[in-house]
């Protein structure tokens, strides 16, 4: 079931959203926090991270379980809003 007849994507579905940032204690926490206010029901073992070869910057992504193209819009419009966030993929 599609909630959108122009939307490619089928909902619901499992869906990973990469976010890269500068290599912080705190910017994983930061983007689960954000991710948590569209998608509150996060499961166990949902995000993991890979820092860059030289450490400088990390990479968490985060699969969610997305339920309707406004949610995902609403979640991409607010990560990219983000100052920490150097961008969503």
Do not use: W
């Not at 959203?17 to 073992?45: I, N, Y």
């Not at 949902?46 to 910057?57: D, F, H, I, L, Q």
């Not at 699969?63 to 969503?88: G, P």
Request: charged share 25%; with cysteine.
């Amino acid at each position: 079931m599609t909630d959108s007849a122009d939307s490619p994507i089928e909902f619901p579905c499992d869906f990973p959203v990469k976010v890269m940032g500068r290599h912080s204690e705190h910017f994983e926490a930061h983007v689960v926090t954000l991710v948590r206010r569209h998608v509150p029901d996060l499961g166990e073992g949902a995000v993991s991270t890979r820092a860059s070869g030289k450490g400088n910057y990390l990479s968490v992504t985060v699969r969610i379980r997305a339920t309707s193209r406004e949610q995902l819009d609403a979640l991409y419009r607010e990560l990219t809003a983000d100052d920490e966030i150097l961008m969503v993929l």
